[in-house]
């Protein structure tokens, strides 16, 4: 029996009649899917590995061990790896009890190739997010930041993809982002995902450094190229040569560094302070910036040609409100590992945490659900409002302030009543439709409220 290399396969198809096999086979790769046939099951199962990123296909009636017994096998190795059962009439009722037992998906005999393509690719799809979800968390588990990239929200699986897809590519890349959002996690990864991974990833935060310095830190100087210049100093820049440099807080960086930082970008070259020498660099830059520096009003005295050069690239982080799907998966990635860091139980979560984690619109981002994370973990009184929750944020409209002290208001009122709708509008004196344009307004889920029996 040959040796087939799974980690070039996308479908594993398991059938004993050779001709169906092979026909089989043949349909997905027109199809553009990458498919391996097996003919038996022990034959798959020699090959398989928890790490196997496609789909098995099988026939339900074999010799040996029959295709249920498979996907137990299967399932028992890894439960996430999707199976596809194909049955003949005779064998439906087993295939419907294998999907209660967690099978992807069954196809009657006699199906059209298109069919079995299409449901494939559907499988490829989840089983390509739950293995990406895996390589972010063995990522992540020096670092809990880095978990800011699991997710299954569009936005998050577009970004995953394209850092993939530009690691290895020497591009510069501009990340924006608010605060919070991972900005150095999406630089971190382009570095160690790429062929630069063994160089030096040099980070600098431009607005964390005084214009007075920031110069030489960026550039270095020769000895005696000012006072106190006592011995020569390699600028962050040059250090990172080969590597990966990250400008943190672009948009912070003074106007002086912008002009020499541009013709460093354009020649990829340095003369550091105090020489006349121009030293090759083999640079990499990431920038990163809270502000959406294409927009001439909040670019401000930022130079519109380094954003330009900058801007071969742009990374857009989405916020954790544009993907509260992604919420309650990152908050259980974030309790279990605060609960194992601190020696704690895993939490039991009340009704008052579900609901802050559905309702909060995380201003912080995924450093602020890091942060409840942990004090969960603690048990300490996570079920508080955070400190402004009442009055709003600094930097609100005065419109804004008060329909968030209006939303509070109302999470209280139903709070003390159970999710009453009756008792709740007469505790707040309003007309009952007035009662839900407001929680639909302010994104207020009242059954969330609604008494434990």
């Known amino acids: 029996m040959s040796l087939i290399d799974l980690s070039a396969v996308d479908i594993a198809f398991v059938d004993d009649d050779e001709d169906l096999r092979d026909a089989n086979v043949q349909a997905l790769q027109l199809a553009g899917l990458r498919a391996a046939p097996f003919a038996s099951a022990m034959e798959l199962l020699e090959h398989l590995r928890p790490d196997f990123g496609g789909v098995v296909v099988t026939d339900v009636r074999m010799p040996g061990m029959n295709g249920i ?13 999707p199976v596809v059962i194909i049955s003949g009439h005779a064998d439906i009722a087993m295939a419907v009890e294998a999907m209660t037992e967690g099978a992807y998906d069954f196809i009657a005999k006699p199906y059209a190739g298109e069919r079995l393509a299409e449901t494939v690719r559907r499988a490829l799809e989840k089983r390509s997010l ?209 609960a194992r860091k601190y020696g704690r139980p895993p939490p039991k979560l009340g009704r008052a945490v579900e609901r802050h984690l559905v309702e909060n619109d995380w201003a912080g981002n995924v450093r602020e659900l890091v942060h409840f994370a942990e004090r969960v973990a603690l048990g300490l009184d996570e079920a508080a409002p955070p400190v402004g929750a ?23 009122a139903l709070e003390r009543h159970g999710g009453d ?16 344009d407001k929680l639909a307004r302010y994104g207020i889920e009242r059954a969330a409220y609604e008494s434990e029996r």
């Not at 909040?298 to 071969?312: E, I, S």
């Open 130 to 338: 739950v293995m990406e979800n895996r390589r972010l968390r063995v990522l992540a588990a020096g670092d809990e930041s880095e978990s800011a990239l699991i997710g299954e929200t569009p936005s998050i699986v577009r970004l995953r993809q394209m850092i993939r897809d530009l690691a290895d590519i020497d591009v510069d890349v501009l990340v924006l982002g608010e605060t919070g959002t991972g900005k150095e996690v999406v630089a971190s990864l382009l570095h160690r995902l790429g062929r630069r991974r063994g160089r030096p990833f040099v980070a600098l935060n431009c607005g964390a450094l005084p214009e007075s310095v920031i110069e030489s830190e960026l550039f270095g100087y020769e000895a005696g190229a000012f006072t106190g210049a006592q011995k020569k100093r390699i600028g962050r820049i040059e250090h990172s040569s080969g590597g990966t440099l990250f400008l943190d807080e672009l948009e912070s960086m003074p106007v002086s560094a912008q002009v020499k930082l541009l013709r460093v970008l354009e020649a990829r070259e340095i003369a550091p302070l105090g020489s006349n020498e121009l030293r090759p660099l083999d640079l990499r830059v990431v920038a990163a910036t809270k502000t959406d520096l294409a927009d001439p009003a909040a670019r401000g005295d930022f130079r519109a040609d380094l954003f330009y050069r900058l801007n071969v690239v742009t990374m857009r982080i989405p916020p954790l409100r544009e993907r509260r799907r992604d919420v309650p998966l990152l908050f259980a990635h974030f309790v279990a590992r605060a």
């Open 421 to 436: 709708v009756r008792a709740t509008i007469e505790a707040l004196g309003i007309p009952r439709k007035t009662f839900y």
């Open 69 to 81: 017994e498979l996907f137990r096998h299967i399932r028992a190795l890894d439960a996430d790896i």
């Open 390 to 412: 009442a009055t709003g944020r600094p930097g609100q409209s005065l419109p804004e302030r008060l329909g968030a002290i209006e939303a509070n208001l109302i999470r209280e």
